[in-house]
Structures are given as C-alpha cells and as structure tokens.
C-alpha cells in the first residue's frame, strides 16, 4: 500500500518555530492535511492544501507541498504550550477517494 | 451545524466478549462514514467506511465488522474481542467529494 511517513517527536521551546515534516508515496494524492489530536481526544483538522498548490497560511500555520518530492510540512510560528499534541499527517489519493491514509503522528512536545 | 457522537468514551471488556461501538452524525443527510483505529503510538489504519445504509467496505481482514443500519448511523461490533483488538477507535464522517473527515472523540478500549 501506500505509505505516509513522519518523525515521531519533536521538541522545542515556546516562542520558536516548529516544523513537522512528512513524506508520502502516493503521487496521485489529491488532498493532503494536517490533523491535531490532544490527549484522549479525536482528531481535529487544522488544515489542509489541495495538490495544486505550493503554500497555505493560516494565521501561525504554513503548509508547504513540495509535490515533486513528495514531501509536506507544517509550520507552527510562536510556539505555545498549548500547541503540544501529535499532529498527523494525512493525504487522499484518487486510487481510493474514501481513504483517508495517515502517517503516524509527531508527538510535539513544547517547552517552557 | 454538523456533529458527531462516539460513544462510549472508554471500555473495558474481557477477552471472548461482544463488542458494539455507535457513532453517531447530526445535521448532514448521506455522509461516507467510517471507522479507524489508531493503535498506540501508530497512525490511524482504515477499518471499515461506508457510502450509504447497508453499504460496507473492509479495508483489512480482522476480528471486527461494522454495520450502517441508518444514513447516520454506524457500528463497530464483534462477537469476540482478541487481546490484539485494544486500541483507540475512531469514527469519522465526510461529505463525498469535499475535502476534510470530521472525527469524533474516539473510544479507547482494553481488551483484559
């Protein structure tokens, strides 16, 4: 199958940036997203860029889709203690619109 | 405005038991709808979605099976639990051909 693939934690202070990286295999996603969980919870999308496009900002959030590389990231700017979650990458391919592939999540740890 | 129930929150069953997990969707006629779990510390793996009522697909051979009696409405169930079936179950809903899938709050269940 095809597979989604991220770094499993990340550190860093508040205050400063963070980048969450991911990579993925499927070259004819369509969709790709950024989804947050906070302990014990589901998932909360927070954002997501259509394949056609390089680069998304949402007020902290930068999505940037390098789709020749296949590779994602997310941004978060002025880190806060309340950014800590894992964060999941997603993406939806045409081979199967009604699956939603996920990579396994960056435990995102910030910092006083 | 659209929302999703998971119940329930956490479950404790023994090895051998019946299984039936409900979701749930308000305010949306028709959505696909679907079950993932998201085993710890690993993304979310796709176990079964659905199009429309009685409509099934399975992703993976496993223990579980799910059914969609009406247009919102969803279940998880089984008529065995294995200790393998623990893990974090989320139920999620999509409008066809629009872009994010909306979680509810998961339910954990352990298998004992």
């Known amino acids: 199958g095809e597979d989604v693939e991220q770094s499993l934690f990340l550190s860093v202070r508040e205050g400063d940036s963070s980048v969450i990286n991911c990579t993925y295999t499927?070259?004819?996603?369509?969709?790709l997203y950024w989804y947050k969980q906070e302990p014990g919870a589901g998932l909360q999308l927070l954002t997501y860029i259509f394949s056609n496009m390089d680069m998304k900002q949402d007020q902290r959030l930068t999505v940037l889709l390098n789709k020749k590389d296949k590779h994602l990231s997310l941004r978060i700017a002025d880190t806060q203690t309340g950014d800590s979650a894992i964060y999941f990458c997603a993406e939806r391919g045409t081979y199967n619109n009604n699956d939603m592939r996920f990579g396994a999540g960056t435990r995102l740890t910030v910092k006083p | 405005s659209q929302t999703i129930h998971q119940w329930p929150a956490t479950l404790v069953q023994p090895v051998g038991s019946p299984l039936s997990l409900e979701c749930t969707v308000e305010g949306t006629s028709n959505p696909n709808l679907y079950w993932y779990r998201q085993a710890a510390g690993r993304g979310l793996q796709l176990l079964f979605y659905s199009v429309g009522i009685g409509q099934i697909s399975s992703e993976v051979p496993q223990n579980l099976s799910a059914s969609r009696p009406q247009d919102r409405q969803f279940i998880l169930s089984s008529k065995k639990l294995l200790l393998s079936d623990s893990g974090f179950y989320l139920c999620?809903?999509?409008?066809?051909?629009?872009?994010?899938?909306?979680f509810g709050q998961g339910t954990r269940l352990t298998v004992v």
């Open positions: 499927d070259s004819s996603s369509t969709y």
């Open positions: 999620a809903w999509s409008v066809a051909a629009t872009t994010e899938a909306f």
